[in-house]
């Protein structure tokens, strides 16, 4: 596994936490904010072939 790809796939992994830390928190804003980034970071992976799984 190539630098980008792991990179990526840990971004992924650390943003689908926080999106599950916020809607347990019962912060709307924040999970809104987290998974606009997790769709970005999918996106990404995605453009570049990177295969990933959603857990959040």
Not at 14 to 29: H, I, K, P, Q, Y
Not at 44 to 56: F, K, M, Q, T
């Amino acid at each position: 596994m190539d630098a980008f790809t792991a990179g990526i796939l840990q971004r992924i992994r650390n943003t689908e936490a926080d999106l599950v830390r916020a809607r347990e928190s019962g912060d709307d804003f924040l999970a809104e904010v987290e998974l606009a980034e997790l769709e970005d970071l999918q996106r990404l992976a995605d453009e570049h072939g990177v295969r990933y799984s959603v857990n959040a």
